[in-house]
């Protein structure tokens, strides 16, 4: 049982209360503070969306709009118990910086009320035969004509929202990484495995 590779360099984490510093996400956008960030990352998600003043009356109101996977990004969902067992903890906050680590801070939003977690990956995600074939147990591939709801850029506290960002998003077209995912989709079931083996001790 191997833990996920998290050799792979990313963007420093800037501390609580900081300025976040310049960051060119991969698409070339220059993005600068916090809140230009959220807005960059929201007018790209709106992309994805078949109305985008639609979506952006869904974020307003209630804080999650429905977007269309498989144009801009697919989404791994993975069941929460498979997330916990690879951080080998349920505690947001340590899931959120084991999160950021081995997915080298690639963005991930949880949804609380199903238990569920989302990692946003590039398209082409979803035509690779590990996901087509669903080898996967505890996670599955969202592709084309799969809608999603994604909570708004700025939701990144459990406290405040039912579905929120556990990684949020540093940039437009920042994807996780499609290697790093499997490793941890694979990590996951195996710890899980132990534990269930141990009766969940």
């Known amino acids: ?7 792979r360099e990313h963007t420093p984490v800037e501390p609580d ?3 976040p510093t310049d960051v060119t996400s ?3 956008v220059l993005v600068h503070t916090r809140q230009e960030r959220e807005l960059a990352v929201g ?3 709106l992309l994805s969306a078949d109305s985008s003043d639609q979506a952006r009356r869904e974020w307003k109101e209630g804080g999650i709009a429905l977007l ?3 144009t801009l990004f697919a ?3 993975m069941n929460a118990d498979l997330v916990h067992a690879a951080a080998g903890s349920d505690d947001p906050e340590t899931v959120k910086a084991y ?3 081995v997915l080298h801070g690639g963005p991930v939003f949880v949804d609380q009320n199903s238990r569920l977690y989302y990692a946003l990956m590039p398209s082409s995600t979803a035509d690779r035969r590990e996901w087509v074939e669903r080898r996967h147990v505890g996670a599955e591939c969202l592709g084309p004509d799969s809608f999603l709801g ?4 700025d939701l990144n506290d459990p406290n405040e929202a039912f579905s929120y960002w556990a990684v949020p998003m540093d940039g437009p077209g920042d994807l996780c990484p499609v290697k790093a995912v499997s490793q941890l989709v694979t990590y996951g079931r195996d710890r899980l495995a132990v534990l269930e083996g141990d009766g969940g001790e």
């Open 1 to 7: 049982m191997t833990s996920p590779d998290t050799s």
């Open 43 to 45: 007018t790209w998600l």
């Open 68 to 70: 269309r996977c498989g």
């Open 75 to 77: 989404a791994v969902r």
């Open 150 to 153: 994604v909570p708004r850029p």
């Open 26 to 28: 991969t698409s070339g």
């Open 99 to 101: 999160l950021a680590n």
């Open 17 to 19: 209360g900081a300025e």
